[in-house]
């Protein structure tokens, strides 16, 4: 497999997605069926991602000590953070920058090598202001990356959480990709959250505010980790011939991820996705990728003899579709499409099916 890179110069996002296209840059390793490892390399690809959150106002404790882990619960439905927050399972941190009227700090990162975020938060320094939601936009890389041309950002929003003082500050749960954190975690450097515009808004007005602030941390991934289960099967789903890769059991979800061979148009980056999508569907048979369920889906997910549901937070989206780019900037036909299920624990469970309703019939794999 060639070393794959990703180039977005060229890429125009559609009106219907929202949210950004990004890329994990890895060498694709060998698969053997049953094969289970702590995850290190992920194949290269391009997703849709949910990255838009706003968060209710919610007033501080008594101590002027924010609850993160009850705004996460009730704002992101993310218990998983929460739980780590209030047991200690992840990296504090105090990374700053400021400008004339704000102060952003990246108070802590947490995660696998899966899945992982860094809580930001920010401060309006300027007294002056009157700002009731803020909007940041920003790119998540690896602190040598300068070619923010060839990324899209993603954009956050929150609105003011208020203190017994009256202060304001904004909490924003921002995602790490995990190449980025892979990369920054081999070779010691630094994560970078380069924050390129702040939207502030209340009753009466909205501004947008071009900056260049960058906050920049070595990331530390906690103890434990995401599983890898290789398994390598092949059958045909929809009139397609497909192959089911791989099961990655991480904190935040249980990933189940297909790969086949895109037969539509692949002659521009954004024209080899949509061909995906379109043949993803066509292959589970449903009309919309974005409004998946489990009643929609050829594939579940069966940890002793129950049936996992599909994830349910905030900016994870159950399915999600897969292209590969080499490092010219060419879509390949290599695609896939993965079904993010709820988190298991692998390690303890009796049984383990992927349950695939094939076109000859159910078939159960693991």
Not at 80 to 108: M, R
Not at 112 to 124: G, P
Request: hydrophobic content about 40%; glycine content about 6%; proline content about 2%.
């Amino acid at each position: 497999m060639k070393k794959l890179n990703n180039v977005f110069s060229e890429i125009k996002t559609p009106e219907s997605w929202k949210e950004n296209l990004y890329t994990r840059i890895q060498e694709e390793e060998n698969m053997n069926t049953r094969e289970v490892r702590r995850i290190k390399k992920v194949t290269a690809y391009i997703i849709a991602a949910a990255v838009v959150v706003s968060l209710s106002v919610v007033t501080a404790a008594a101590t002027g000590i924010l609850d993160f882990g009850s705004l996460l619960r009730q704002n992101y439905n993310d218990e998983i953070s929460a739980s780590k927050l209030e047991h200690g399972d992840y990296q504090p941190l105090d990374a700053s920058v400021t400008s004339e009227d704000f102060e952003f700090t990246a108070k802590a990162f947490m995660g696998d090598e899966e899945e992982s975020y860094v809580l930001l938060e920010a401060k309006v320094k300027n007294p002056e202001l009157d700002i009731d939601k803020m909007g940041v936009t920003l790119y998540s890389l690896e602190e040598h990356v300068l070619d923010l041309e060839n990324y899209v950002a993603d954009t956050y929003e929150s609105e003011a959480i208020v203190d017994e003082e009256g202060n304001k500050s904004f909490l924003f749960r921002v995602k790490a990709y995990p190449a980025w954190v892979d990369k920054a975690t081999t070779e010691k450097t630094n994560l970078m959250l380069y924050i390129a515009k702040i939207r502030c808004a209340n009753d009466k007005a909205r501004t947008v505010i071009s900056t260049d602030l960058k906050i920049l941390f070595k990331p530390e991934l906690t103890d434990g980790g995401a599983e890898e289960i290789s398994i390598g099967k092949k059958f045909t789903l929809g009139g397609t011939d497909c192959t089911l890769d791989k099961l990655v059991a991480s904190d935040y979800g249980t990933k189940v991820s297909f790969s086949f061979t895109n037969d539509g148009e692949c002659d521009t980056i954004m024209k080899a996705w949509e061909s995906a999508r379109d043949n993803t569907e066509d292959m589970m048979g449903i009309d919309n990728y974005e409004s998946f369920t489990l009643e929609d889906s050829r594939v579940q997910l069966i940890v002793d003899g129950k049936e996992i549901s599909l994830i349910d937070n905030a900016d994870s989206m159950p399915m999600e579709i897969i292209t590969l780019v080499y490092d010219d900037g060419v879509a390949t036909t290599e695609a896939g499409f993965t079904i993010t299920f709820a988190p298991i624990n692998y390690e303890s469970a009796g049984s383990v099916e992927v349950r695939v309703n094939t076109d000859d019939g159910v078939k159960n794999i693991i």
